[in-house]
């Protein structure tokens, strides 16, 4: 092989090395209108509503989670405040019963002490648990706290006013364990 066309095989490959990368992969990309540009947008545009609709579904997820959480908190505080409930309801026909011996007269110091004792201790630990007693004697009649069996004509006091406490009502937060059994006077 003759001296000149080795150089010039030899000038060639090094166009071919020397050329710019940018230029190639510019070459060899489709320019705008042509087919080959078309389906990659297509593909982008279905890549993003794909991402979209996984973004909604994340979103809709963590706030389902957030409701259960506060549901499930709410149940359980409900399920505690209705235990407790009960359990008070349990022990008030133990406090109706001190009660009515506290009503009672007797010539035994011992036995009314030791009875107003029981009772303040019973009335503490109700008051620890948050259990009040319902306001009732002389206070406007009101269904939602007092529950109202018998009826009296009587023009010195005031319409709708409870004249007489039968049995105490108690609560405990928001909740009524009791009605207050009272007798009201229009």
Same mark, same amino acid.
């Given at each position: 092989?003759?001296?000149?066309?080795?150089?010039?095989?030899?000038?060639?490959?090094?166009?071919?090395?020397?050329?710019?990368?940018?230029?190639?992969?510019?070459?060899?990309?489709?320019?705008?209108?042509?087919? +080959?540009? *078309?389906?990659?947008?297509?593909? $982008? #545009?279905?890549?993003? =509503?794909? %991402?979209?609709?996984?973004?909604?579904?994340? @979103?809709?997820?963590?706030?389902?989670?957030?409701?259960?959480?506060?549901?499930?908190?709410?149940?359980?505080?409900?399920?505690?405040?209705?235990?407790?409930?009960?359990?008070?309801?349990?022990?008030?026909?133990?406090?109706?019963?001190?009660?009515?011996?506290?009503?009672?007269?007797?010539?035994?110091?011992?036995?009314?002490? +030791?009875? *107003?004792?029981?009772?303040?201790? $019973? #009335?503490?630990?109700? =008051?620890? %648990?948050?259990?009040?007693?319902?306001?009732? @004697?002389?206070?406007?009649?009101?269904?939602?706290?007092?529950?109202?069996?018998?009826?009296?004509?009587?023009?010195?006091?005031?319409?709708?006013?409870?004249?007489?406490?039968?049995?105490?009502?108690?609560?405990?937060?928001?909740?009524?364990?009791?009605?207050?059994?009272?007798?009201?006077?229009?």
């Amino acid at each position: 092989m003759s001296e000149k066309k080795k150089d010039k095989e030899k000038a060639s490959r090094q166009e071919t090395v020397q050329e710019d990368p940018a230029q190639v992969q510019d070459a060899a990309a489709p320019q705008e209108g042509q087919p +080959g540009k *078309e389906p990659e947008d297509a593909a $982008l #545009q279905a890549a993003k =509503a794909a %991402l979209a609709e996984k973004e909604d579904q994340y @979103l809709r997820l963590a706030a389902e989670y957030d409701n259960y959480r506060k549901r499930t908190a709410k149940e359980k505080e409900s399920a505690w405040t209705q235990a407790k409930a009960d359990t008070v309801a349990a022990f008030l026909p133990v406090y109706d019963n001190l009660e009515r011996a506290l009503k009672q007269d007797t010539s035994d110091e011992a036995y009314a002490k +030791g009875v *107003e004792m029981t009772m303040k201790g $019973l #009335q503490d630990v109700l =008051a620890k %648990l948050g259990v009040e007693v319902i306001p009732a @004697l002389g206070e406007t009649f009101d269904p939602n706290c007092h529950n109202a069996v018998m009826h009296v004509e009587d023009e010195a006091v005031g319409e709708n006013t409870v004249v007489e406490v039968f049995q105490q009502g108690f609560t405990c937060g928001d909740k009524v364990i009791r009605f207050a059994m009272v007798k009201v006077a229009n």
